[in-house]
Structures are given as structure tokens and as C-alpha cells.
């Protein structure tokens, strides 16, 4: 059974920093693409970053270049959000997910596995 597990979120004051870890148990993780999403109260999930296989081309939403940085560990079997100078819009529940396509697609729809989510909440 496929599962990939989120941690790191929790309460930070805008401006800091927090570090998103997923592990998964893909048996082929390098194999996999992997992307992060987040969803806000009453809004739907929006893609936040991609990367690819070998984690050589990522991928951001606009609101997001220069603040995140996604990274992957195909031996540890785990991908990263790096999410800086964080603002109260960025809070959300922060999911990644597993697409079987070469690149970190933006659409949702693209991607198999999915984890529970991590609740970031980002305080003025």
C-alpha cells in the first residue's frame, strides 16, 4: 500500500520559515514526480511546486518563486518544501502528491498517490 506522509507544518509568524517533509513508501520512488498542493478554507487546491524524477527541473507557482524551494532525497524516498519569508495567505493544508509523469505537473489530475496533508498557519 502506497502511502506518502506529510510533516512539519504548524503555527509560525509571518516572515519565518518552515521545512515540509513527505516520506513515501513508492517502492520506485525515483520513478515517481513529485509535487506539493495546499488548500485553503474555502478555496480550492492549488499546485505550489513540482519536481522531476531525478529532481533536476522544479517547477513554482508564481506566488511562490523565490519564497519555496522544492527538493527531493531519492534514497531517503522523501521530497521538501522549503518555505520562506511566509505570509498569513500562505496558511493552508499542504499536501504532496506522486504523479507517474517524468515532470512535476501543476495539475492536480496528473497525480496518483496523495498524502493526508499538513496544516500551515502563518499568524500576522
Known amino acids: 500500500q502506497v502511502q506518502l506522509v506529510e510533516s512539519g507544518g504548524g503555527l509560525v509568524q509571518a516572515g519565518g520559515s518552515l521545512r515540509l517533509s513527505c516520506a513515501a513508501s513508492?517502492?520506485?520512488?525515483?520513478?515517481?514526480?513529485m509535487g506539493w498542493f495546499r488548500q485553503a478554507p474555502g478555496k480550492e487546491r492549488e499546485f505550489v511546486a513540482g519536481?522531476?524524477?531525478?529532481?533536476?527541473?522544479?517547477d513554482y507557482a508564481n506566488s511562490e518563486k523565490g519564497r519555496f524551494t522544492i527538493s527531493r532525497d531519492n534514497a531517503k524516498k522523501t521530497v521538501y518544501l522549503q518555505m520562506n519569508s511566509l505570509k498569513p495567505e500562505d496558511t493552508a493544508v499542504y499536501y504532496c502528491a506522486a504523479s507517474s509523469s517524468a515532470l512535476g505537473p501543476r495539475g492536480a489530475y496528473a497525480y496518483s498517490y496523495w498524502g493526508q496533508g499538513t496544516q500551515v498557519t502563518v499568524s500576522s
Open positions: 519536481i522531476s524524477r531525478s529532481g533536476g527541473v522544479t
Open positions: 513508492l517502492r520506485t520512488f525515483s520513478s515517481y514526480a
